[in-house]
Structure formats: C-alpha cells, structure tokens
C-alpha cells in the first residue's frame, strides 16, 4: 500500500541557510500535518492543512513557512536555519474527518542536520 | 490544553516476559482517541494501538493490549510474550475528536519510554 512520503530523506545545510522539506500524502487523503522531533524528543506538533487550507498552527517559528499544494503535497520551508533546527522532521497524512478509524499515517521523516 | 504523561522514561525487560508501559492524560473533552505509537532505532513512527474514548472495552492487537481507564484517565499498554523486535521508543497519544470546525485534532504526545527487550 501507498505510504506518506517524504523527501529528502536527510538534508545538510549551514546556519543562515534555506531548506524545503516536501510531503507526498497517501492518495485520497486531504489532510497534512507536520512534526518536529529534535533528538531524544517526543514529536512536537508544527502546523497542518486540510483542503490546501492552514487548520491549525502549533509551535511553528516564524522562519518557517508552509503550505498544500493543489495535488495535496506539501511543502516545510525553512529559512535562517539555526543549529537547534536540526531534528527529524515527520510528515503524517488523514482523510479529513476520517482520523479515529484511519489514523494518522507518518512518513519515515526528513533528518535535517544545521552546521 | 490537554497533556499526555509517561511517567516511566526507559524500561528494561527479558525477552518473553510481559511489561506494562504507563500512561495519564489529562483532558476536558469527552469525545478523544488515544494511540500507542512505537518508534525503533529506524526513527519510523509506527502505530500499535488505537483506542476510542466512546469503547469501554480495552483494544487489543495480537500481543498488545491497553487497559483504559476514562474515569481515572489513564492508558496503559501492555506487551504480552515480548520479542526482541519490541525494543523501540514507545510514545502514548492524544487527540480530540470532537473537531469539526476549530479542526484541533492534532495529535499530542507524551514524552516517550525507551524499552529495551533483554535476551
């Protein structure tokens, strides 16, 4: 079965620097949410999309800018990286209204590691 | 704001034996689901368990099991005749279900158990 996925798997960059992170949900499922995991950390909620539209913000830095495309991918850019960006970064999908019998379906993650 | 709260920060047990994983949430809704997620070394978020608030009765998947407390509001996961595939980061997980127009159904994690299967 068709799973999320995430690209690119592991990304390097310097402080200052500018990272694009992308989503490519499960097929038919409208909704998007992405995930911060820094190292030794639980998940922490970033922002999500249903329909292309921001549902919910969380504790996403101003650097950081997302949104959903017509297809339903998505994409986290980042910019002014710092050394505390460095985290896995999850991307989960839903078919919206859908989550207790469907829950969330997680990519493997993007690793961004800031230098 | 509802939090989830895993109190037991790493465990260690033989391989075969049953452990139990703790797990308190604290929640004004009425209407939620609660996951286990299992993460191993390869950093995959995995789901193993899944529980409506609505179901009294406890869910179960092969050798995982919870036990669902509402009233006192607690979500223990129990792992029966462990292997050494179990050894993960398990993470316990909240998220409202009555979301229909403020669309606040992320999920919320807890802090995470480290379990190590022994051989």
């Known amino acids: 079965a068709a799973g999320v996925i995430q690209s690119p798997r592991h990304l390097i960059k310097e402080k200052r620097e500018t990272a694009t992170l992308k989503c490519y949900p499960i097929?038919?499922?409208?909704?998007v949410y992405w995930y911060q995991q820094g190292p030794g950390q639980d998940p922490q909620f970033l922002i999500s999309?249903?329909?292309?539209?921001?549902?919910d913000k969380g504790s996403i830095p101003d650097r950081f800018s997302a949104q959903q495309f017509s297809d339903y991918h998505s994409e986290l850019n980042m910019s002014s990286l710092e050394l505390g960006d460095s985290a896995l970064y999850f991307c989960?999908?839903?078919?919206?209204?859908?989550?207790?019998?469907?829950?969330?379906?997680f990519g493997n993650g993007t690793r961004l590691t800031v230098t | 704001a509802q939090t989830v709260t895993q109190s037991q920060p790493e465990m260690s047990v033989q391989e075969a034996e049953t452990v139990t994983l703790s797990c308190t949430y604290d929640?004004?809704?009425?209407?939620?689901?609660l996951f286990w997620y299992k993460q191993p070394p390869s950093r995959q978020m995995i789901l193993v368990i899944r529980q409506e608030a609505y179901k009294q009765q406890n869910a179960t998947e092969n050798r995982f099991s919870v036990n669902f407390q509402k009233a006192a509001k607690s979500f223990s996961l129990k792992i029966s005749d462990s292997q050494l595939g179990d050894t993960a980061m398990y993470f316990c997980?909240?998220?409202?279900?009555?979301?229909?127009?403020?669309?606040?159904?992320?999920?919320?994690f807890g802090k995470g158990t480290r379990l190590h299967i022994l051989p």
């Open positions: 097929p038919r499922h409208d909704t």
């Open positions: 997980a909240f998220m409202n279900a009555d979301s229909d127009m403020n669309r606040d159904d992320k999920i919320i």
């Open positions: 989960a999908s839903s078919p919206q209204g859908n989550v207790g019998y469907s829950p969330l379906h």
């Open positions: 929640t004004s809704e009425n209407n939620y689901y």
């Open positions: 999309f249903y329909e292309k539209m921001q549902s």
